[in-house]
T-cell receptor, first 118, second 116 residues
Framework: AQSVTQLGSHVSVSEGALVLLRCNYS??????LFWYVQYPNQGLQLLLK??????LVKGINGFEAEFKKSETSFHLTKPSAHMSDAAEYFC????????????????FGQGTILTVHP | EAQVTQNPRYLITVTGKKLTVTCSQN?????MSWYRQDPGLGLRQIYY???????DKGDVPEGYKVSRKEKRNFPLILESPSPNQTSLYFC???????????????FGPGTRLTVL
């Protein structure tokens, strides 16, 4: 079974500071990993995804994440926070296809609300 | 514009009154899914569909029904809503069932349902 744990339901940073949102996964097989962002009153938007290519993945809006198999982690970072980054962030895992099929099921973490202070 | 649409966006109803939340995508996607979002629980999958007439249960299917008669539409049906189904619901779609594990899922704007 696959699962995702996001450490910290709320993270607060100052504008210009480093953003670090933590995600650890549990999966019996190599997974696909995603970060989605949800702005207030909106649906989810893909930030970036890991699909077994490069372990350092760059996404939109200056975000990146590094897949570390030994730590079963996929933490999201951004060097310098901007006020517009304030949102809720979700880490999600999906399993690789098995036998040529994939059910595409995303298992989400609990979410981390990022607050950016001036 | 490529998008997933949901209707209604907001709905307040009473216990036991049947309702349907519609979902439509214009990207010719094979895979569609419904999630509910609750505080502290993230998003949990209710039902998914790998293609027309092919649906299956997700993690929290109790109290819900779905149908997939056309590729573009995937309505969520609550036959007898109860207060514990008060939640924010999202429909999502992705390109195809064979690689849907790695494909981006596109999400609708959400439907906020309150059951009194």
């Amino acid at each position: 079974a696959q699962s995702v744990t996001q450490l910290g339901s709320h993270v607060s940073v100052s504008e210009g500071a480093l953003v670090l949102l933590r995600c650890n996964y549990s999966s019996s097989v190599p997974p696909y990993l995603f970060w989605y962002v949800q702005y207030p009153n909106q649906g989810l938007q893909l930030l970036l995804k890991y699909t077994s290519a490069a372990t350092l993945v760059k996404g939109i809006n200056g975000f990146e994440a590094e897949f570390k198999k030994s730590e079963t982690s996929f933490h999201l970072t951004k060097p310098s926070a901007h006020m517009s980054d304030a949102a809720e962030y979700f880490c999600a895992v999906s399993l690789l296809p098995a036998g040529g099929t994939s059910y595409g099921k995303l298992t989400f973490g609990q979410g981390t609300i990022l607050t950016v202070h001036p | 514009e490529a998008q997933v649409t949901q209707n209604p966006r907001y709905l307040i109803t009473v216990t036991g009154k049947k309702l349907t939340v519609t979902c439509s995508q214009n990207m010719n996607h094979e895979y569609m899914s419904w999630y509910r979002q609750d505080p502290g629980l993230g998003l949990r999958q209710i039902y998914y569909s790998m293609n027309v007439e092919v649906t299956d249960k997700g993690d929290v299917p109790e109290g819900y029904k779905v149908s997939r008669k056309e590729k573009r539409n995937f309505p969520l049906i609550l036959e007898s809503p109860s207060p514990n189904q008060t939640s924010l619901y999202f429909c999502a779609s992705s390109k195809d069932r064979w690689t849907s594990g790695s494909n981006e899922q596109f999400f609708g704007p959400g439907t906020r349902l309150t059951v009194l």
